[in-house]
């Protein structure tokens, strides 16, 4: 697995909790901290920005993918608004993870709680370069479910 460097500041509400740390020695990402001080209670359907504590300077060439958490989402139905949401290599605000509840019950969002997870990527740069039309294929334009849910 490569390895980059990758600046991080830790807020001062974010003074006393860990660091982003891989769960396990293979991860692909690290999981991220609610750094509130008092309960955030999220009703059925409601969302709201839960700050992380941390900012990151990426190098040039990568980008963070936040991500929900499986099991967040399986047993409470708690998952991100946009997901991925995306950390460039130019921002160095607060990352924040803006969670929603998609399940049946309130949930609380204490101090502390793993609530999302980081997935550091690298980034293909491109250009573009227009066309009249585009090259044929066997689906054409044919996108929403147009290849069918049949194995």
């Known amino acids: 697995m490569t390895k980059i460097a990758i600046d991080v500041q830790r807020l001062p509400h974010g003074e006393g909790l860990p660091l982003p740390e891989p769960a396990t020695e293979l991860a692909a990402g690290v999981d991220l901290i609610a750094a509130i001080d008092d309960t955030i209670t999220l009703a059925p359907g409601e969302r709201q920005i839960i700050p992380t504590g941390v900012a990151i300077a990426l190098p040039p060439g990568y980008e963070a993918q936040i991500r929900p958490r499986s099991g967040l989402a399986a047993r409470n139905g708690i998952t991100l608004v946009n997901s991925p949401g995306t950390i460039d290599a130019d921002y160095r605000g607060e990352i924040g993870a803006i969670l929603i509840n998609h399940?049946?019950?309130?949930?609380?969002?204490?101090?502390?709680?793993?609530?999302?997870?980081?997935?550091?990527?690298?980034?293909?740069?491109?250009?573009?370069?227009?066309?009249?039309?585009?090259?044929?294929?066997?689906?054409?334009?044919?996108?929403?479910?147009?290849?069918?849910?049949?194995?």
């Open 103 to 151: 399940g049946e019950e309130t949930f609380n969002v204490e101090r502390g709680m793993r609530i999302a997870q980081m997935v550091v990527a690298p980034v293909t740069g491109f250009t573009w370069n227009e066309q009249e039309e585009l090259g044929k294929t066997d689906r054409g334009a044919g996108g929403f479910g147009s290849t069918g849910i049949e194995a």
